[in-house]
């Protein structure tokens, strides 16, 4: 008997000791924290937003985020990472993806996987999503597509972003006006008229961007908001965002310092062998 009541008591006193030991160091976790619209619309765009939580004591660094997004789900603006290079412990960061939805789905609950990476520690989770048949045929729905930056952005330098402002369902959107506006960059002229938007249509519109000089390199979003008039002249105004890469003023430089590719000057040569055949021996 006496046995028995010190081995419950060395139980008791190692059981909070293997709990104390657990949470040292950092254990990230990811929660599905809500999407919007609910349900998700067939043919249109939700934004679903997740929580990465640090349960460990220490410090959690360069923690790698990726969605993987099977039908009926997809990700516009091609952005499936994210990165947070700190989470402290027992802290938590909001992250959030633009979805877009098959227009062909059908109602029911679909399921979508999120990777967390941190060293050599990975875990994966499937979280899932109600999804509905858009019904509505004057319905449209405009959001901004990322296509490019050019030059690459870099803190102090000026970049042209390319968006594509598109209509993903069945009405026609008119009128169409595009604003952007981000925390990190001065925008030259942030208001664009965009025009009429039929079903499945889009125009490319480009922004002229200052980036400011304290920016760190990293994934930025920019702000794009549509406004426009449907069928019945109601105004309808949206909100979506874009993701700019910003690479340091250094990485800047090289790019811009690299070496013309030897297949440049091969095409040249060869544009120049074939203008002496040609025009030049004959005379």
Same mark, same amino acid.
């Given at each position: 008997?006496?046995?028995?009541?010190?081995?419950?008591?060395?139980?008791?006193?190692?059981?909070?000791?293997?709990?104390?030991? #657990?949470?040292?160091?950092?254990? @990230?976790?990811?929660?599905?924290? &809500?999407?919007? $619209?609910? %349900?998700?619309?067939? !043919? /249109?765009?939700?934004?679903?937003?997740?929580?990465?939580?640090?349960?460990?004591?220490?410090?959690?660094?360069?923690?790698?985020?990726?969605?993987?997004?099977?039908?009926?789900?997809?990700?516009?603006?091609?952005?499936?990472?994210?990165?947070?290079?700190?989470?402290?412990?027992?802290?938590?960061?909001?992250?959030?993806?633009?979805?877009?939805?098959?227009?062909?789905?059908?109602?029911?609950?679909?399921?979508?996987?999120?990777?967390?990476?941190?060293?050599?520690?990975?875990?994966?989770?499937?979280?899932?999503?109600?999804?509905?048949?858009?019904? #509505?045929?004057?319905?449209?729905? @405009?959001?901004?597509?990322?296509? &490019?930056?050019? $030059?690459? %952005?870099?803190?102090? !330098? /000026?970049?042209?972003?390319?968006?594509?402002?598109?209509?993903?369902?069945?009405?026609?959107?008119?009128?169409?006006?595009?604003?952007?506006?981000?925390?990190?960059?001065?925008?030259?002229?942030?208001?664009?008229?965009?025009?009429?938007?039929?079903?499945?249509?889009?125009?490319?519109?480009?922004?002229?961007?200052?980036?400011?000089?304290?920016?760190?390199?990293?994934?930025?979003?920019?702000?794009?908001?549509?406004?426009?008039?449907?069928?019945?002249?109601?105004?309808?105004?949206?909100?979506?965002?874009?993701?700019?890469?910003?690479?340091?003023?250094?990485?800047?430089?090289?790019?811009?310092?690299?070496?013309?590719?030897?297949?440049?000057?091969?095409?040249?040569?060869? !544009?120049?062998?074939?203008?002496?055949?040609?025009?030049?021996?004959?005379?």
């Amino acid at each position: 008997m006496k046995k028995i009541v010190a081995a419950m008591i060395a139980i008791a006193l190692i059981v909070p000791a293997i709990v104390a030991v #657990s949470t040292i160091g950092s254990i @990230v976790d990811i929660s599905l924290a &809500k999407y919007a $619209p609910f %349900p998700a619309g067939a !043919g /249109t765009v939700t934004t679903v937003y997740f929580d990465v939580v640090n349960k460990g004591q220490e410090l959690a660094r360069n923690i790698t985020i990726t969605l993987v997004t099977p039908y009926p789900f997809s990700l516009p603006n091609n952005d499936p990472e994210r990165t947070i290079m700190m989470l402290p412990g027992s802290d938590s960061k909001r992250i959030e993806y633009s979805i877009l939805i098959n227009q062909n789905a059908k109602n029911g609950t679909y399921t979508m996987t999120i990777e967390s990476l941190e060293g050599n520690f990975k875990k994966t989770k499937n979280f899932n999503v109600t999804v509905r048949e858009t019904t #509505s045929f004057n319905k449209a729905d @405009v959001v901004p597509l990322f296509v &490019k930056t050019d $030059p690459e %952005p870099y803190p102090t !330098g /000026t970049t042209t972003l390319t968006i594509d402002i598109t209509n993903v369902d069945r009405g026609t959107a008119f009128y169409v006006i595009a604003r952007a506006s981000s925390g990190i960059a001065e925008i030259d002229r942030n208001e664009i008229f965009v025009g009429t938007l039929e079903p499945n249509d889009f125009v490319s519109t480009d922004f002229s961007l200052k980036i400011k000089d304290s920016v760190a390199p990293g994934l930025y979003p920019v702000n794009i908001t549509t406004v426009y008039k449907d069928k019945n002249s109601n105004e309808i105004e949206q909100s979506g965002i874009v993701y700019m890469k910003v690479i340091s003023a250094q990485e800047a430089r090289r790019l811009e310092s690299a070496p013309t590719p030897v297949w440049i000057y091969i095409i040249y040569l060869m !544009g120049l062998a074939i203008i002496v055949k040609f025009a030049v021996l004959p005379v």
